[in-house]
């Protein structure tokens, strides 16, 4: 049978690989102008298969330019999930303090090791670039840290710690982290371990990272991001975060609250960016549009997973309690057409991609977006629950657990509303990003007719430009 292609629900303003499967974000990192995605990638097949990683780059993080395949498996395994920083003192004799490396941490996947029973089938080996990540070197003695004996042992996401001139690793180790440091990424000693007692478990641990981060009176905390999967808030695949302290050798979480990054069902494996520029300052994290749940068997067939935008991180304090407010970045002005006011009950958009925004407090709104063909997608608040539903939106024949309806936390109120609307991606931020909600859809035509109930008096409307020329 010939596969359909998918195209329709390519997102016109979202990263996405021309062709085939993508997972995760990998090595997020700033250099010389230019913001690097690499990613998980298989390019033979549009399911998940020996990875690679995949490479884009970009010079505001909205509008991108694939590039060849970065790195490829090899005899030591497939290349998973880790990060990239810049050598900027030259540790790893790679470059010079003039021309610093890129440098590449990662996992190696020992497939033929994980069938023939082998236990320590996950290390972690690092690669070079001194080209601005297009061409990359493998290092020759790799792997730099081998596995203990663990099944789950993976997703290296590191960091230069000033105050201890050393490097920091987070690693995910089944359902915990490990924290090892190095002086030069080519030697490394455990410093502690964190998840005993604490945090959501019933799933695997993915994808660590771990920063500081300070609020609007100047004050530090520090932030430890672990994926899920499954056992999210909306089961599957999820991001929950632990605000702390980090003394440069362990991390210590300030209470056992669980808090989760988003409530919706597709922002997994999400990290942040290395290498920001201070005077820039920002924390900025993409995360994997998907859920490990459906994320094979969604209808696009050609290509395989997008990105969520991109997000900046704030500390911020409710009830005298942290945090994390994850804001669209202000690069997204860059696509953003002219706005209108709409205070119409049911109003028809000349495109599929937009943004809803209402800046006033508000109660138990309503707002459904949906088309000729009967599709609709639901969003709305309850007493301060924002609440989605799916069940209709088009195509969920392909998963049992995607057609659902999905609810978040509470909110003492409701001050500002954001809706992001693609192709086949909601985004939904409340009170600048202290809710957020991020949800795939599948509509046989585009949501392009807007319901908003009488709670909304008006909303401001935005057509956004495609960031591809063919689309
Ligand atoms: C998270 C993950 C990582 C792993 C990668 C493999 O989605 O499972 O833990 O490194 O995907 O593609």
């Not at 700033?30 to 780059?57: R, T, V």
């Not at 999967?229 to 669980?258: L, R």
Request: glycine share 6%.
């Amino acid at each position: 049978i010939e596969k359909k292609s998918g195209e329709q629900y390519r997102p016109a303003y979202h990263f996405t690989p021309e062709k085939n499967w993508m997972n995760d974000p990998n090595g997020l990192v700033y250099f010389e102008g230019e913001y690097h995605l690499f990613y998980q990638y298989y390019p033979d097949d549009n399911i998940w298969g020996p990875m690679h990683w995949g490479h884009a780059i970009s010079k505001d993080m909205v509008h991108w330019k694939r590039l060849p395949i970065a790195l490829f498996p090899d005899k030591l395994g497939y290349i998973f999930s880790g990060s990239a920083v810049i050598d900027w003192n030259n540790t790893t004799g790679f470059g010079t303090k003039e021309k610093p490396a890129m440098v590449a941490i990662y996992t190696y996947h020992d497939m033929a090791g994980e069938k023939s029973g082998k236990i320590k089938y996950q290390t972690q080996a690092i690669a070079y670039s001194l080209d601005k990540g297009r061409t990359w070197v493998k290092y020759e003695k790799n792997p730099v840290l081998e596995n203990p004996g663990i099944k789950d042992f993976r997703d290296p996401k590191v960091f230069w710690h000033q105050e201890s001139n050393k490097w920091i690793m987070s690693l995910a180790v089944h359902d915990q982290i490990n924290f090892y440091s190095s002086k030069n990424l080519k030697e490394w000693v455990l410093e502690s371990e964190f998840g005993k007692n604490i945090g959501s478990h019933g799933g695997i641990w993915e994808c660590p990272d771990l920063f500081p981060i300070k609020d609007s009176y100047g004050n530090t905390k520090w932030v430890l991001l672990v994926s899920l999967n499954p056992n999210g808030p909306q089961g599957g695949s999820a991001t929950q975060y632990f605000i702390g302290d980090f003394n440069g050798s362990v991390f210590t979480s300030d209470d056992t609250k669980i808090r989760w990054l988003d409530y919706g069902a597709d922002n997994y494996a999400g990290v942040t960016f290395s290498d920001i520029p201070k005077d820039d300052g920002r924390r900025i994290l993409i995360g994997w549009m998907s859920n490990w749940q459906y994320s094979q068997a969604v209808p696009t067939y050609s290509w395989r997973s997008a990105m969520t935008l991109p997000r900046e991180l704030l500390l911020s304090k409710n009830n005298n309690e942290y945090y994390i407010q994850s804001k669209p970045i202000d690069e997204i002005k860059n696509i953003l057409t002219k706005s209108e006011l709409i205070t119409s009950k049911i109003h028809t958009v000349k495109t599929s991609s937009y943004l809803i925004e209402i800046n006033k407090e508000i109660q138990d709104f309503k707002i459904n977006l949906q088309n000729s063909t009967g599709d609709i997608f639901k969003i709305e608040t309850k007493n301060g629950i924002l609440i989605t539903d799916r069940t209709k939106t088009g195509d969920n024949s392909f998963s049992e657990e995607f057609g659902a309806v999905h609810k978040s936390m509470e909110l003492e109120k409701i001050f500002n509303v954001k809706i992001f609307v693609d192709n086949s991606s909601v985004e939904i931020f409340l009170n600048n990003g202290e809710l957020v909600m991020t949800e795939l859809i599948f509509p046989t035509n585009p949501l392009t007719e807007i319901y908003v109930n009488e709670a909304i008096k008006d909303y401001k409307l935005t057509p956004i430009k495609p960031i591809w020329k063919t689309n």
